[in-house]
């Protein structure tokens, strides 16, 4: 810790006050020795930090070494983003949007310019386990109609998105949601984003555990903990308890994945979660088994280790490097995880995959539809919702529904979808009537079951295409040629940034700029998947324009249903099919439907 006398000296020399009196020096000295009585620790200099913090001492040994760090650490260097809630009050006060390095750090308030799609800001909320009640769900449709543009979008991590925001709204919004028991803080940018759990945690008839009250104590510990934001980029966990529904832990930097420990094994019999590490299916990896069970009471300060390791180790100067898996491929898993041990102070419980029982199957689209809640006479309504996106009218009408026959329990999915639990049979009918009035359904067909889109270039600067509006042209070209009796995920993501995580899916599309005249287009990959079916799809098609592009998929879809062996996926179809195979299959429908 840096001793009072010696920061003294350091802040009188950054003010250009190395002159100063000895009675000036002597009375911040003393000011700076009471503080640290106080508080065990010094406030350091030019920061808004802490002497020890551990991303100033993480961005000082890369300066200490001849390197150069991001503009975003720069930015993070200057001040603390979490600092400058005067700053977004003058220019809400002002009208003005943020410019240069103040862009990136509204995004700690979960506030995103996102400009040149749209002049306007986005926010971007946070909710563990993406569940919210019917009070909050109402009171987000008020605040969306008077500050926003009058929708929402759920988001690929359970949570909400709103749009259209003007300037002088945002502290207005912001104050709202936070009256709302809801938050931003740290949904964007450097930080740790929604932490998800399984999407029928405490209800599902199959589930090992009721995740939520994990979840939900990493959210706390999250937002009450200021060493936790301001990592190397970005960070997800998620934790799955073994249910009929995924939560897609393994695409996760850390998942927690529940297993049922068998008697006879090196460990008591029990419940316990398998640690993953280093998921970021963008880039191509999965997050990978540890071999450490942990008890569920472990899971968060096993969090908090592997994050502080990370904070301590992430790349601060190539972005495009700065995540977990970085640091994983540089050192290896053992390597990692002995200083994991080392930061946790207690050594890791391991155990073998095949020690323990294996995971209950999964259904594929088993968050639409209506299915049987573990508690007796009640059951859960899994709602379509075409592409994530919501008007408040629609939002207003769900929260009412799930007052008027739940529990007022409204709980977002990763995929784009919403699940009202705890409705008793005698009025699921009901119900289901009062959701189609909304516009809205319980079932899907096997391809929007499961269609999910990011925000597209309508919204996001990143984005090469519209991803939403032809999400929708392409499902109403493939419900009209094509008759599927399983489900197919088909995901569309407008740039490498893979929102949507396009190369997981079934059939994976990447939004691109094609030909000389730089028309929308899509890469195409297939054979992706998570879970028990889990595989990083294979690009087949690198250019393929808008205008063409549902027919190729159309081409695919008719080959599998011609080609397939007994009850095979399409996942498998793909996988035992080479490149060129399924080139062809794609370019003889194409000429075909020409």
């Known amino acids: 810790m840096t001793e009072p006398s010696d920061l003294a000296n350091r802040l009188l020399s950054e003010a250009g006050l190395a002159a100063a009196?000895?009675?000036?020096?002597?009375?911040?000295?003393?000011?700076?020795?009471?503080?640290?009585?106080?508080?065990?620790?010094?406030?350091?200099?030019?920061?808004?930090?802490?002497?020890?913090?551990?991303?100033?001492?993480?961005?000082?040994?890369?300066?200490?070494a001849g390197k150069k760090l991001a503009p975003e650490e720069e930015?993070?260097?200057?001040?603390?983003?979490?600092?400058?809630?005067?700053?977004?009050?003058?220019?809400?006060?002002?009208?003005?949007?943020?410019?240069?390095?103040?862009?990136?750090?509204?995004?700690?308030?979960?506030?995103?310019y996102v400009a040149p799609a749209q002049n306007a800001f986005m926010c971007?909320?946070?909710?563990?386990?993406?569940?919210?009640?019917?009070?909050?769900?109402?009171?987000?449709?008020?605040?969306?109609?008077?500050?926003?543009?009058?929708?929402?979008?759920?988001?690929?991590?359970?949570?909400?998105?709103?749009?259209?925001?003007?300037?002088?709204?945002?502290?207005?919004?912001?104050?709202?949601?936070?009256?709302?028991?809801?938050?931003?803080?740290?949904?964007?940018?450097?930080?740790?984003?929604?932490?998800?759990?399984?999407?029928?945690?405490?209800?599902?008839?199959?589930?090992l555990i009721d995740t939520r009250p994990l979840g939900r104590e990493l959210h706390h510990y999250i937002l009450n903990h200021r060493e936790m934001y301001g990592l190397p980029r970005k960070f997800n966990i998620a934790f799955d308890g073994g249910g009929l529904t995924a939560v897609l832990e393994d695409t996760n930097d850390i998942g927690f994945a529940a297993v049922a420990v068998p008697a006879g094994t090196t460990v008591p019999e029990g419940i316990y979660f398998?640690?993953?590490?280093?998921?970021?299916?963008?880039?191509?990896?999965?997050?990978?088994?540890?071999?450490?069970?942990?008890?569920?009471?472990?899971?968060?300060?096993?969090?908090?280790?592997?994050?502080?390791?990370f904070i301590a180790e992430g790349d601060r100067t190539d972005r495009k490097r700065a995540r977990l898996k970085y640091v994983l491929d540089a050192w290896g898993h053992e390597k990692f995880l002995a200083a994991v041990e080392t930061e946790r102070g207690v050594p890791f419980t391991r155990l073998p995959l095949d020690a323990c029982v294996p995971r209950g199957k999964q259904e594929k689209h088993g968050h639409i539809g209506v299915h049987p809640q573990r508690q007796p006479g009640l059951s859960y309504l899994g709602v379509a919702v075409p592409v994530g996106r919501l008007s408040t009218a629609q939002m207003r009408g769900l929260a009412d529904i799930a007052t008027r026959y739940g529990s007022g329990t409204i709980r977002l999915t990763v995929w784009q979808n919403l699940i009202l639990s705890d409705i008793p049979d005698d009025k699921v009918d009901a119900a289901q009537a009062a959701i189609a009035a909304l516009g809205l359904s319980i079932s899907a067909s096997?391809?929007?079951?499961?269609?999910?889109?990011?925000?597209?270039?309508?919204?996001?600067?990143?984005?090469?295409?519209?991803?939403?509006?032809?999400?929708?042209?392409?499902?109403?070209?493939?419900?009209?040629?094509?008759?599927?009796?399983q489900p197919v995920n088909i995901h569309l993501t407008g740039c490498p940034h893979s929102c949507a995580q396009h190369r997981i899916a079934d059939i994976g599309l990447l939004g691109i700029k094609v030909g000389d005249d730089m028309i929308e287009g899509y890469s195409i990959s297939v054979g992706g998947g998570a879970g028990a079916d889990?595989?990083?799809?294979?690009?087949?098609?690198?250019?393929?324009?808008?205008?063409?592009?549902?027919?190729?998929?159309?081409?695919?879809?008719?080959?599998?249903?011609?080609?397939?062996?007994?009850?095979?996926?399409?996942?498998?179809?793909?996988?035992?099919?080479?490149?060129?195979?399924?080139?062809?299959?794609?370019?003889?429908?194409?000429?075909?439907?020409?």
Not at 93 to 110: M, T
Not at 453 to 471: S, V
């Open 75 to 112: 930015a993070k260097r200057q001040s603390h983003p979490l600092d400058m809630w005067d700053e977004l009050r003058a220019g809400a006060a002002e009208g003005r949007f943020p410019k240069g390095n103040d862009i990136f750090r509204h995004k700690y308030f979960g506030l995103f």
């Open 274 to 309: 398998r640690m993953l590490l280093g998921g970021i299916s963008g880039h191509g990896d999965f997050a990978r088994d540890t071999g450490i069970v942990l008890k569920p009471e472990e899971c968060l300060g096993a969090a908090v280790a592997v994050l502080r390791v």
């Open 534 to 594: 889990q595989r990083i799809g294979r690009e087949i098609m690198p250019q393929v324009a808008m205008d063409d592009m549902p027919a190729r998929i159309e081409g695919l879809l008719q080959a599998y249903l011609a080609h397939r062996r007994e009850a095979e996926s399409f996942n498998d179809f793909a996988a035992r099919h080479s490149v060129e195979e399924l080139q062809a299959f794609s370019a003889m429908d194409t000429e075909k439907a020409a």
């Open 446 to 485: 096997a391809i929007r079951g499961a269609l999910v889109a990011c925000t597209g270039n309508t919204g996001c600067k990143f984005a090469a295409t519209d991803t939403k509006g032809q999400a929708m042209v392409l499902a109403d070209h493939l419900e009209r040629t094509v008759v599927l009796d």
């Open 124 to 207: 971007r909320l946070r909710m563990p386990n993406g569940i919210l009640s019917a009070h909050q769900m109402m009171g987000l449709a008020d605040l969306t109609d008077r500050w926003g543009g009058g929708f929402t979008d759920i988001t690929t991590r359970a949570n909400l998105q709103i749009r259209e925001i003007q300037p002088p709204a945002i502290v207005e919004l912001l104050e709202g949601i936070q009256d709302l028991g809801l938050s931003s803080r740290g949904s964007g940018a450097d930080n740790i984003r929604n932490v998800t759990s399984s999407p029928t945690a405490g209800i599902d008839r199959q589930e």
């Open 21 to 64: 009196t000895d009675e000036q020096k002597l009375y911040l000295k003393g000011f700076l020795s009471g503080v640290a009585a106080k508080t065990g620790a010094v406030p350091m200099a030019s920061t808004g930090g802490m002497p020890g913090d551990i991303h100033r001492a993480a961005q000082d040994r890369f300066i200490a």
